[in-house]
């Protein structure tokens, strides 16, 4: 009696983890492909109410093309060792959602029927592993700023310390450079959400020099927003140009001047002049300083190009680099050809004011927008509408939204994600047809690349 009492509790304490776990479990007759199940098991699948029947064949049709004959292979090897059956994968659940799983079968010998059978539970593991690409993103971010930062202040150490005549002299250049690179990383962190645009890197850059009012004018498309590693570049490059000016150019007399003069090129580019005039006379230097050596090298590194002029009457430095926002598809949006009438466009954003300004942006042009969402949830739920095209922040707080980007990816949604921390070739790898964008970005740029995307989706998806 007592022996029965506790089996009693034991089954209540086994109904109370699989229900605390959400843990669904099942039974398959190998030898008929049938399966008994619970309901937990048939909710992780998508239906809310228990199927009539269930077979393997029913479960290795959602589980995605790409990891089927895995999990195939694996259920094959099991039942031939007569072993345990163990696999994660990725199943398209039946309300159109994309999820991750984890199963565990254990093999069994039917004493009635003699079948095989194998025994198990199943696991929602979708957070986990969304939680799982988060930090793996934001990892491989950290790497890679990481890496950069130290390479940049290896190439500035050795080459600081070639140029200088005494430990002072490199005390001091090596300082003021890493304390340029600082100010540089500081107004990068302190503008992620926001457009870092040229005059912000500009201000940041001569600030510790406290020019005189009126020797340095800043002019022109000043507007002009830059992504993270071209501002760093652009600030060193300025910091450079500064120095030299007060040891030896426009700066060092009470006479001189410099002008910064910013100009559009073509789409996506800018040319930054340094202008110095009205200090002592100019004669080409006869080594290549740290300095110079910098510009040319890290901005052409950068997609940027440095020309250095001598003149006896004042140095000038011209720098073409990539920008943001393009006045050209502006127009463009502006004159109609870039509309978006009647095309349903899924917005995905977790910044309140950017969602807003992309919702108004897209209505001008005629598009019907679904959203603006920012929680994954509750976008996930919409995916069955099959908009004509998304566009998808990557990370929504501390939620990631490719999740959400493989469901929508599957119905053949074009992508285009607007990130302002994410490796664009990474996002590439996984989705080679989206369009990646990185903030800050104007909507009329986010409104031509979506007509791109929409007009180049292959006929009938």
């Known amino acids: 009696m007592e022996d029965l009492t506790e089996l009693e ?53 959602h589980v995605v093309e790409e990891d089927r004959p895995r999990v195939d292979a694996a259920y094959g090897a099991a039942l031939a060792a007569k072993q345990s059956w163990s696999f994660d994968c990725r199943i398209l659940r039946a309300d159109g959602k994309l999820c991750w799983i984890s199963a565990h079968g254990r093999h069994l ?99 510790p020099f406290q020019p005189e009012p009126g020797r340095i004018v800043v002019s022109g498309a000043t507007g002009a927003t830059l992504l993270p590693k071209i501002s760093e570049s652009l600030s060193l490059a300025l910091y450079e140009l500064t120095t030299n000016a007060i040891k030896y150019g426009a700066l060092s007399n009470d006479a001189g001047r410099v002008l910064i003069e910013v100009n559009r090129l073509a789409p996506g580019r800018a040319r930054v002049v340094w202008r110095e005039s009205g200090g002592p006379r100019v004669a080409p230097p006869e080594r290549m300083g740290f300095g110079s050596t910098l510009l040319r090298s890290i901005l052409r590194a950068d997609e940027g190009e440095v020309r250095m002029d001598y003149a006896e009457a004042g140095v000038v430095c011209t720098i073409e680099m990539p920008v943001g926002h393009d006045a050209a598809e502006s127009e463009r949006a502006t004159r109609g050809e870039a509309r978006l009438e009647g095309r349903r466009v899924m917005v995905v954003e977790d910044e309140f004011l950017i969602a807003i300004s992309l919702e108004m942006a897209l209505g001008e042009q005629g598009a019907l927008v679904e959203g603006p969402y920012t929680r994954l949830a509750e976008a996930r739920e919409a995916v069955s509408t099959r908009p004509d095209a998304a566009v998808l922040d990557v990370r929504l707080g501390s939620e990631s939204s490719l999740p959400l980007a493989r469901d929508l990816a599957s119905l053949g949604v074009p992508l285009l994600f607007v990130t302002g921390n994410v490796d664009g070739e990474e996002l590439k790898q996984e989705f080679p047809d989206a369009q990646v964008l990185s903030k800050p970005v104007s909507e009329d740029r986010v409104v031509a690349e979506l007509k791109r995307l929409i007009e180049s989706r292959p006929a009938g998806r």
Do not use: C
């Open 9 to 61: 509790h034991g089954v209540d304490h086994l109904r109370l983890v699989l229900a605390v776990g959400e843990i669904g479990v099942w039974d398959l007759d190998a030898a008929t492909g049938e399966a008994w199940r619970s309901l937990r098991h048939d909710q992780i699948f998508g239906y809310d109410t228990p199927r009539e029947s269930w077979s393997y064949d029913d479960f290795l049709a």
């Open 109 to 207: 010998q039917d004493p009635q029927t003699g079948h095989e059978r194998l025994i198990g539970h199943v696991l929602d593991i979708t957070d986990r592993k969304e939680a799982e690409e988060r930090l793996r993103l934001v990892t491989s971010e950290l790497n890679h700023r990481t890496r950069n930062m130290l390479s940049v202040l290896q190439g500035m150490v050795r080459m600081s310390a070639r140029r200088a005549d005494t430990v002072a002299e490199l005390e001091h250049s090596l300082l003021g450079r890493m304390e340029a690179l600082s100010r540089s990383h500081a107004l990068t962190v302190q503008l992620s959400e926001g457009a870092l645009r040229v005059s912000d890197v500009i201000d940041s850059a001569l600030s």
